[in-house]
């Protein structure tokens, strides 16, 4: 019974850590106090903390462990001259983390052409090969073309030989560049990839199931023998990929319009050599997800989408709105803008330049979706929007918004009693919100919404100090900006002689 208070005192403890070490209003001398009596939960605060000072960094950067070294390298607000030296940490596990991190500055290019020599020089210690770390990088980089391209004109070979095994990431000159590379290697490695990229699948070429190489040969140029084996097999979930394939011979395509499978005719709607007669009878097509796919293909008038029955919540991802579609030219954007199409006008809604006069209008669009990519993408989306959006938006990257700086503060409180706790929440945001009503909401019934409250800097002292021995709340009201400064030296004396 003694060594379980002891544990239940320690997670305690370590709850408080964590919560002071992300609280906004705690100096950089309390903070680097607990970088030294528990350095593990103050880290795990920290990775939801919104700034880092300095002298934390410093001390950071310097400590004996790597957790807390790659804690660090990972920080949206990591100093770049400290990253810099973190891509050079003596572990690797600390290298990797500094790669790139979501809201972190990108890598400049002398970083990245020394990073990349040192990921072939290696370490004995090292638990990646090369070709591991340089796919980490690529990750990390949000698959940023530009590492290619400084890995194609190194002056280490083998750095070389990572780009010229991919061409299809090079522009012509760099491609051209490492054809005429004075490595044998490099050239035969680059003339070997571009062949293979040209080369016609054929049926020995696709394995017997599906796998990751299944699908890949099927977005290959395919040969007529494969297609026909494809098409004759009868599996559907490869006609997904030979459907819109660009070689896929004219008869096989029109023959699939009136494949049984709604998916495969739906994919169909996306190939960009259909004729008018092809796209009339997808229009009329007997399933809806068929029609709505159709109703954005570039052959088709206005006149045409408006007689159109389409439905687009069955389009895939929908509810979401999240697009890996790379952004419309301006002049593509505002076209779309006017569209009687909402799934154009969503592609329109996100381009960042739109003029003001479209925000306005886009900012009224009936569809849902069009406001929500709107409100994400538009620096200047109106902060009556942003609120909308939040109120009726549930799907993925909702509290997106609140993170945007012209979303709206006052008058929140009035959201108090709203039935879904995800706004009950904003109360937390109004600066004019009553402390009695954020005392309230701290015994509602959804956890979210109490501890929302506990680290509300409105909430009473006295309350604050209550919550600190809550199992639920002790960490949400350490954060309190409120805290009251006597607690916060309770919590480092508690944490200098607690195992946390």
Not at 25 to 52: E, F, I, N, T
Request: glycine letters at 4%; hydrophobic letters at 40%.
């Amino acid at each position: 019974m003694i060594k379980q208070t002891a544990v239940d005192q320690s997670s305690s403890v370590a709850a408080l850590v964590r919560g002071l070490a992300r609280n906004p209003s705690a100096p950089p001398d309390v903070l680097l106090r607990l970088l030294q009596v528990a350095p593990v939960p103050a880290c795990r605060g920290w990775q939801d903390r919104r700034d880092l000072p300095g002298p934390v960094q410093d001390a950071m950067a310097h400590h004996r462990s790597f957790a807390v070294r790659g804690t660090l390298a990972q920080h949206p607000q990591v100093n770049p001259e400290i990253r810099s030296r973190l891509l050079a940490d003596p572990d690797w596990r600390v290298t990797v983390r500094a790669f790139g991190s979501p809201g972190q500055r990108p890598l400049s290019d002398d970083l990245l052409n020394s990073l990349l020599t040192r990921i072939e020089e290696g370490a004995p210690e090292a638990a990646f090969t090369g070709a591991e770390l340089f796919s980490e990088l690529w990750m990390a980089m949000r698959y940023d073309q530009r590492l290619y391209r400084l890995a194609a004109a190194h002056p280490d070979p083998r750095v070389r030989r990572h780009a010229a095994a991919a061409p299809q990431m090079l522009e012509e000159s760099s491609r051209e560049a490492l054809m005429t590379d004075p490595v044998p290697e490099i050239r035969a490695t680059v003339t070997a990839a571009l062949a293979e990229d040209l080369r016609v699948m054929r049926p020995a070429d696709l394995p017997d199931h599906h796998c990751h190489g299944f699908w890949a040969v099927l977005q290959r140029p395919l040969s007529r023998a494969l297609v026909d084996q494809v098409v004759a097999g009868g599996d559907e979930a490869a006609l997904y990929l030979v459907a819109p394939n660009p070689s896929t011979p004219p008869d096989v395509v029109q023959a699939l319009l009136r494949h049984p499978a709604t998916e495969v005719r739906r994919r169909l709607a996306g190939r960009t050599d259909l004729s008018r007669e092809q796209l009339r009878e997808l229009a009329a097509d007997p399933a809806v997800e068929v029609r709505t796919a159709v109703s954005v293909h570039p052959g088709l008038t206005e006149q045409q989408r408006a007689g159109i029955d389409i439905d687009v919540s069955t389009v895939p991802g929908n509810g979401h709105y999240h697009s890996r579609e790379r952004r419309p030219s301006l002049a593509d954007a505002l076209r779309w803008a006017r569209s009687v199409n909402p799934l154009l006008r969503r592609r329109a809604a996100r381009h960042p330049e739109l003029p003001a006069e479209w925000v306005t209008v886009l900012a009224d669009d009936l569809d849902l979706g069009v406001r929500v990519l709107l409100a994400r993408h538009h620096p200047d989306a109106p902060p009556a929007l942003l609120l909308r959006c939040y109120l009726e938006y549930h799907g993925h990257g909702r509290d997106q918004f609140t993170e945007l700086p012209q979303f709206p503060t006052a008058g929140l409180a009035a959201f108090a009693d709203h039935t879904d706790p995800v706004v009950r929440r904003l109360v937390a945001r109004d600066p004019h919100a009553a402390p009695e009503l954020v005392e309230r909401l701290c015994t509602d019934p959804d956890i979210t919404v109490r501890q929302t409250m506990a680290a509300c800097p409105r909430l009473p002292e006295t309350r604050i100090i209550a919550l600190l021995d809550d199992p639920d709340l002790a960490e949400h009201a350490a954060a309190n900006p409120a805290l009251p400064l006597d607690r916060v030296h309770h919590i480092l004396q508690d944490a200098s002689t607690s195992p946390t």
